[in-house]
């Protein structure tokens, strides 16, 4: 860490003591309905905005901000993105009202140096970061900040720029990637949406294969993903579903430290399975 990200996080930990190690969260967000609907996915998402220690604040890293370049949202209020369509009118009318934090932004920018990362204020909050945290922490009353995917950079750089970022647990921060580890809209079958854990052989196989990794600890054939075969490359067909995991993946811990819920796959071809780090 360079004496400038030092400054900064030192500058940024003026109202925020230092503290255990806050627990990091990848979460499989899956459609946007899930904003609306009281499954037993978001129940468990609601479980652990109850349980958890309550965040200073929190970062968020989404699939659906998948941008040339990194860049940081920087407002002090930020909008909450409707980014889909075909859906109900309600779903339109939900609204996220966050806070952001300049400051936080500020930090996290100079934690990844020498990656240059744009202060950002035109994004905002979108669904991969909203419709989850609105179960998490309906009061909508803690700072969130995304983060955005560079869509021009290899896997292993978003694995080490998640390393670089682990300091921020030491100051209450909440990190959280959203995405979905299986993630191919192409072949979801519709007439099993309602079927409870039902995946294609494939997918199933893709998410046996990740949650092994994960239970050994061994990451690299995760960020090696598209050279693991049929059905991880079925399974991650684009990356910007996948890339948020290994952010959660690169913050410091322990195999044992890591957890798996959620751990169901939806319509054949999307996982559900989240991810806690203690």
């Known amino acids: 860490m360079s004496i400038g990200s030092l400054n900064q996080l030192q500058a940024f930990a003026e109202d925020l003591p230092s503290s255990d190690p806050m627990p990091a969260l990848f979460l499989g967000h899956g459609s946007p309905m899930n904003a609306l609907e009281d499954n037993r996915f978001v129940k468990e998402f609601a479980r652990l905005g109850k349980t958890l220690p309550r965040p200073k604040a929190i970062l968020c890293i989404s699939a659906h901000w998948f941008t040339r370049g990194t860049k940081v949202t920087a407002m002090q209020t930020p909008r909450t ?69 560079d869509r021009t950079q290899p896997a292993k750089f978003h694995l080490e720029l998640g390393r670089q970022l682990n300091p921020l647990r030491q100051r209450g921060i909440l990190i959280v990637g959203s995405g979905n580890i299986v993630h191919n809209l192409g072949r979801l079958d519709f007439r099993q949406v309602d079927r409870p854990n039902y995946g294609f052989d494939w997918a199933v196989e893709a998410q046996d294969f990740v949650n092994g990794q994960l239970s050994k ?52 071809s999307i996982s559900m399975t989240s991810v806690q780090l203690s």
Not at 114 to 131: E, N, V
Not at 223 to 243: C, I, K, S
């Open 81 to 149: 993105i409707h980014d889909f369509g075909g859906f109900p009118k309600e779903l339109y009318e939900q609204q996220y009202p966050a806070p952001g934090s300049p400051q936080l932004a500020k930090a996290t920018a100079e934690l990844v140096k020498p990656t240059a990362a744009a202060m950002d204020q035109d994004w905002g909050l979108d669904h991969g970061a909203w419709t989850v945290l609105k179960h998490l922490y309906p009061a909508a009353d803690i700072p969130v900040v995304q983060l955005s995917i």
């Open 217 to 268: 600890g061994d990451y690299k054939p995760l960020v090696d993903y598209a050279q693991q075969g049929r059905a991880m490359n079925l399974a991650v067909p684009t990356p910007d579903h996948y890339l948020p995991l290994l952010y959660v993946l690169g913050l410091r811990h322990q195999a044992g430290q890591l957890q798996l819920f959620n751990n169901e796959m939806f319509a054949g």
